[in-house]
């Protein structure tokens, strides 16, 4: 089985930097797909109908909450929708500290929520844990309906 992509979902240039250094840093090679609003996030996992845009899934995706267009919880509330993206592992990456959204974040079915921190060091130290265990440790089901 090939190495599965990693799709970020975020809108800050700022934290997409980052978390481009800290997987840089912490060797994580994985291709990286990365939407910049809740609509692209879902074109690039669910397309147009039928038609994907790309015919395999992300290895994770890293969900932030504060979305344009469409917001991360409905993203997530759509993954887990849909029969192909129902158990894709989404991880919320946020900086929201509101108890409702976690809460929410987990009731519409996130495997983890992880606030970001602010200081490069300790976000790269996060990426690294989650990349260690989403890509090393976890081991994936075989998408259905995708080749």
Known sequence: MTRRPILLVEDNPDDEALALRAFKKCN???ELWIARDGAEALDLLLGQGDDPVHQELPAVVLLDLNLPKISGLEVLRRIRDNPETKTLPVVILTSSKHEEDLLAGYELGA???VRKPVDFNEFAHA???LGM???LLNE???PHGRT
């Open 28 to 30: 994580i090679s994985n």
């Open 111 to 113: 495997n983890s929520y």
């Open 127 to 129: 990426v690294s844990q």
């Open 133 to 135: 265990y989403w890509l």
């Open 140 to 142: 994936l089901p075989e």
